[in-house]
């Protein structure tokens, strides 16, 4: 077939196999709702271009990608793990294979995952790709549940084609080699810390992508340009679909960690603790091989759960302390540090530093913290064009927060924050001459 055609007819497999060859690299064959494909042979799609098959649960025995490009599903149109074939009895690891330069795709209008028992087996050189399209939000997860094997490089979650973010999870214990490339979009491997997620080769993350979950991957793992996330939020089965997140979470990695060429490691902070990490605070954790850092490396910091941002009212913030955010082990060197630490804009009363030695790499928080006072010396000064300021000197604590209430017999501490300074000295503008009256005041914290 050349370009594009609409089956709306059944086909049947037969025992003996058959091919549906697609030659024109822009050709798209569509097969639609009532097409559905059944039978108990394994169906070959060839060619350069596309095969489409909409809304339809088929039931032939296996599949085999040689060339171009097989999708499961279509804009709103649903997809289904039986896009790609009957749902094996036992697991089968060749339930669906890829050829070198071939790729399948999850598209449509609900998430896709596929059955334990529906292996996908690499062959031949180049590269395979495995594709997530999103046709509504919340629609672009495509879960492989099943074992992945064979030789890759293995390419995820493929080209951007989408308006929605393209996430794949990867559960199985995975055996392919030569190499996984995750392109823009998320992967997150949820493996139990069984095994590799992403096969034995060298994993490399590109800009725009993100690497996370919470499992094992057992190839080095190369940073260019893209984020190391631990933890991972997703959603499954149709619209409506269930959000299944844990934003807080542990990686193994059991070959090291480059990220030298340009890597950004999203750290969170679940809980005010220093304590139970991949529980309370992300980890990723090197049981083997080499932490290189230095470069353009980036810890980026995050506070999600219980867990506030530094402020000085906060007594967790009140004292110095740190986390080990890469736990290293296994033999290896470490090789330079962190060379920016970002999201800490607006951060008050200490600092956050990176330390690094023979265990791993420490996110240190070093207070600044001092007891307030209430401050005694203040002053209104001169009223015009209806403004005016309230000013402040000699003031002892960490940061300085103008309040107001109409009700000055109010408890302070339910007066509304208007502003915050950290200078010792300094002023707030306020607005005079207008009703309701309200009453000001400064307090220390």
Known sequence: ???????????????????????????????????????????????????????AQHSFAKLIVKAGLWTGGHATSLGYNTSFGAIPTSATADAITIYGGAAI?????????????????????????????????????????????????????????????????????????????????????????????????????????????????????????GTLAPGYTYYTGPVPAT????????????????????????????????????????????????????????????????????????????????????????GGAIAGNFSTITGTNGIVGGTFTTTQDANGVNLVWTSTYVAPQPIANMTIGPVSGGNSSINYSGAIGNQFVLVTSPNVNALLSTWTRVATNTATSGSFPITVGTDPKAFYSIISE
Not at 43 to 52: Q, S, Y
Not at 245 to 252: D, E, F, I, Q, Y
Not at 285 to 291: A, F, M, S, Y
């Open 1 to 55: 077939m050349g370009d594009n055609f609409v089956t709306d007819r059944p086909i049947t497999i037969a025992a003996g196999g058959g091919t549906l060859d697609v030659s024109s690299s822009i050709g798209i064959l569509m097969v639609h709702d009532n097409s559905v494909i059944s039978g108990p042979g394994t169906l070959t799609k060839d060619g350069a271009g596309e095969l489409r098959t909409y809304a």
């Open 105 to 225: 795709r999850k598209a449509g209008g609900a998430n896709v995952a596929l059955d334990p028992n529906q292996g996908i087996t690499l062959i031949g050189t180049g590269t395979k790709t495995i594709r997530s399209y999103a046709g509504d939000s919340n629609t672009g997860t495509f879960e492989i549940a099943g074992t992945i094997s064979g030789t890759g490089p293995l390419e995820l979650p493929g080209p951007t084609d989408s308006g929605y973010a393209p996430i794949m999870v990867l559960k199985g214990q995975n055996t392919y080699s030569d190499g996984t490339i995750v392109q823009p979009g998320q992967v997150y491997v949820i493996n139990s810390f069984t095994g590799s997620g992403t096969g034995s080769g060298t994993v490399t993350v590109n800009a725009n992508a993100t690497l996370g979950g919470e499992g094992t991957m057992g190839g080095p793992v190369v940073m260019s340009g």
């Open 243 to 330: 959000a299944v997140t844990k934003p807080v979470a542990k990686l193994a990695l059991s070959n090291g960690l480059d990220m030298s060429a340009g890597g950004t490691y999203a750290w969170q902070l679940g809980a005010l603790s220093v304590a139970n990490p991949g529980t309370d605070f992300d980890q990723v954790e090197l049981t083997g091989g080499n932490l290189t850092l230095g470069g353009t490396s980036v810890l980026a910091l995050g506070f999600t759960g219980t867990a506030t941002a530094p402020n000085p009212g906060e007594p967790f913030w009140q004292t110095s302390k740190q986390w080990q955010v890469i736990k290293f082990g296994g």
